[in-house]
């Protein structure tokens, strides 16, 4: 079974900080694939970010990229020069891509709160 | 605008009565899901069908039933609603093993008294 670990209940940063939001998994496959997806507080979820397990780059997607180290089964979300607008939920989600069905396995979560 | 509509987007459901979610995509997806979302428990898949045809249970189906109606619609019903059902469910559509992941809907909230 896969598992994703969202330690950060919540968080705070500055406007314009760089912040990292936690993100760790767990799987016995090789080939899979992780999300980020952020949570406004009007309840639409927006895909942000895409990394496989394959891909030797780590991910990036403007103001956002994800720090992916296989080994330590991690893959952190950073987003530089934050802005009010990156107020929201931010899950973290995984499919595993052999026989999974497409299922994305989400984390429990991390409010992000930015101030001025 | 294209994409997954969900119907109702707010429901009152007393203890007991029953009631369908409806789901419809316009992006030709073979796959369509339904999640709830809890406070503090993320998004657990409650069923999934992989394709016209398929239906397969997730991590809660408990309660629920669902029905694929064709490629375009995924219903899901709860026959006899307990407040543990107090939530709010979204409808996914995904093609494949794409990148961008699921297409979700925007959300019903449904409280059970």
């Known amino acids: 079974a896969q598992k994703i670990t969202q330690t950060q209940p919540g968080m705070f940063v500055q406007e314009k900080e760089a912040v990292t939001l936690d993100c760790t998994y767990d799987?016995?496959?090789?080939?899979?694939?992780l999300f980020w997806y952020k949570q406004p507080s009007s309840g639409e979820m927006i895909f942000l970010i895409y990394?496989?397990?394959?891909?030797?780059q780590n991910a990036t997607e403007g103001r956002y990229s994800l720090n992916f180290q296989k080994a330590r089964k991690s893959a952190n979300l950073v987003i530089s020069a934050s802005q009010l607008g990156d107020s929201a939920m931010y899950f973290c989600?995984?499919?595993?891509?052999?026989?999974?069905?497409?299922?994305?396995?989400f984390g429990t979560g991390t409010q992000l709160k930015v101030e001025l | 605008n294209a994409g997954v509509t969900q119907t109702p987007k707010f429901q009152v459901l007393k203890t007991g009565q029953s009631m369908t979610l409806q789901c419809a995509q316009d992006?030709?997806?073979?796959?369509m899901y339904w999640y709830r979302q809890d406070p503090g428990m993320g998004l657990r898949l409650i069923y999934y069908?992989?394709?016209?045809?398929?239906?397969d249970k997730g991590e809660v189906p408990n309660g629920y039933n669902v029905s694929r109606l064709n490629k375009r619609e995924f219903s899901l019903r709860l026959e006899s609603a307990a407040p543990s059902q107090t939530s709010v469910y979204f409808c996914?559509?995904?093609?494949?093993?794409?990148?961008?992941?699921?297409?979700f809907g925007s959300g019903t909230r449904l409280t059970v008294v």
């Open positions: 996914a559509s995904s093609e494949g093993a794409a990148p961008t992941g699921y297409t």
């Open positions: 069908s992989a394709s016209e045809g398929t239906t």
């Open positions: 989600a995984m499919r595993v891509l052999k026989g999974g069905g497409n299922k994305l396995t």
């Open positions: 799987t016995s496959d090789q080939s899979y694939g």
């Open positions: 992006m030709n997806h073979n796959s």
């Open positions: 990394q496989g397990s394959y891909d030797e």
